[in-house]
Structure formats: structure tokens, C-alpha cells
């Protein structure tokens, strides 16, 4: 079974500074994963996937991620956060075969200070 | 619809009464999912419907629990006895294809239940 743990429940900036926030997935198989973004009281929305091929992706507002399989890893960055993107951010792995279902993290509440 | 449709989008209960949550997908789309987002948690599986293959129920909290899915399209999901436990945000998704996670989830906005 997979299970995913985003180490940090909160994590204040200021605006304009870079941020990373951390995910690291357990899973005996190949896996797809993803990044969610909640705006307040928003519903859900993909903010980027890794699916297979470069290990670097790009998603959108600028976001990024890199796949660390050695490290099991998924951390999402940004170089220079605005106001906007205060939001709840959500890990995410799948299977890459079977089941179809997403295994989520626990959140990581990103908030912007001016 | 462009996007998922979920109904109602607020419900307040009596513990002990039984709560219907109803789910639209997009139309076409095989695969219709039902999360429950509580305060400070992250989204919790309850189950996963495909096609006319019999549903993934694994995620189911209790026997109280159930949900089905009509004309492999609306879904509802039902709590009988509703517990203060129940509280939360319940989350429809629904996707195009057999791997529907390749293209990830697109999600409704939640239904809030409140079991006072």
C-alpha cells in the first residue's frame, strides 16, 4: 500500500521569497504523482503531475516539482511566491497498474505575508 | 456539465439522521471517486466506481457508509445514524479513462456536513 507524508502542516513566507514544500511517497511499485492546490474555499485543482520521462516538471503559477526516486520524493518549489498563492497544497501518488486510486498527503497550509 | 456538480453543497443534520450527498460527473467520464476532507486532515479514500466493474469500497469507514452509482453516471453517497465523527467535507471527482489517474482528478467543489 502507498501512503504519502508532506512533512510540513504549515508553512509561512513572505512575499516574493522562494518556498519548497516537502513530500515523500512509500510505494513498493512504480507510481504517478501529482501536486493539488485548494484555494480557500475552493475545490481542488491539478497543479502539476509526474507521469514518466524528466524528472523535473512544471506546473502552473510557476510551480515546480522534482521526482527524486532514489529519495522517494516529490517537493514541490516555487523561486518568488505572491499573495495569490496562499492555498493548501496536496501530495499525491498513484499506482502506476491496478489500482486506480490517488493516495493523498496531509496537506501543507502555504501562507503569504505581505 | 463542464464540470463536476455536487449537491448540496451545505447540509446541516440531526446526529442520528440518515444524510444523501449527490454526485455529478462529467459527462463521459468512467471513473466517479468519493474523498472526505476533515479539519486538518487530508483527503481520506472512501470509494472508487469504474465502469460496470463492481466498485472499490475499501475506504469505507463503517456499514453505515454506502454509495452507489446509477446509469454509470450520478453517484450518491448515504450516511445512516450520522455521528458527530461524520463532520466534513465530502469530495466527488470523476476522470476520462481506465488510468484515469494518469490525467489526475477533476474534482467538485464539496459537499460541508455539519452533524450537530
Known amino acids: 500500500a502507498q501512503s504519502v507524508t508532506q512533512l510540513d502542516s504549515q508553512v509561512p513566507v513572505f512575499e516574493e521569497a522562494p518556498v519548497e514544500l516537502r513530500c515523500n511517497y512509500s510505494?513498493?511499485?512504480?507510481?504517478?504523482l501529482f501536486w493539488y492546490v485548494q484555494y480557500p474555499n475552493q475545490g481542488l485543482q491539478l497543479l502539476l503531475k509526474y507521469l514518466s520521462g524528466s524528472t523535473l516538471v512544471k506546473g502552473i503559477n510557476g510551480f515546480e516539482a522534482e521526482f527524486n526516486k532514489s529519495q522517494t520524493s516529490f517537493h514541490l518549489r516555487k523561486p518568488s511566491v505572491h499573495i495569490s498563492d496562499t492555498a493548501e497544497y496536496f501530495c499525491a501518488v498513484s499506482d502506476k497498474e491496478g489500482a486506480q486510486k490517488l493516495v493523498f498527503g496531509q496537506g501543507t497550509r502555504l501562507t503569504i505575508n505581505p | 456539465g463542464a464540470g463536476v456538480s455536487q449537491s448540496p453543497s451545505n447540509k446541516v443534520t440531526e446526529k442520528g439522521k440518515d444524510v444523501e450527498l449527490r454526485c455529478d460527473p462529467i459527462?463521459?467520464?468512467?471513473?466517479l471517486y468519493w474523498y472526505r476532507q476533515s479539519l486538518g486532515q487530508g483527503l481520506e479514500f472512501l470509494i472508487y466506481f469504474q465502469g460496470n466493474s463492481a466498485p472499490d469500497k475499501s475506504g469505507l469507514p463503517s456499514d453505515r457508509f454506502s454509495a452507489e452509482r446509477t446509469g454509470g453516471s450520478v453517484s450518491t453517497l448515504t450516511i445512516q445514524r450520522t455521528q458527530q465523527e461524520d463532520s466534513a467535507v465530502y469530495l466527488c471527482?470523476?476522470?476520462?479513462?481506465?488510468?484515469?489517474?494518469?490525467?489526475?482528478?477533476?474534482f467538485g467543489s464539496g459537499t460541508r456536513l455539519t452533524v450537530v
Open positions: 459527462s463521459g467520464h468512467t471513473a
Open positions: 471527482a470523476s476522470s476520462l479513462v481506465l488510468i484515469g489517474t494518469e490525467y489526475g482528478y477533476t
Open positions: 510505494s513498493s511499485v512504480s507510481v504517478y
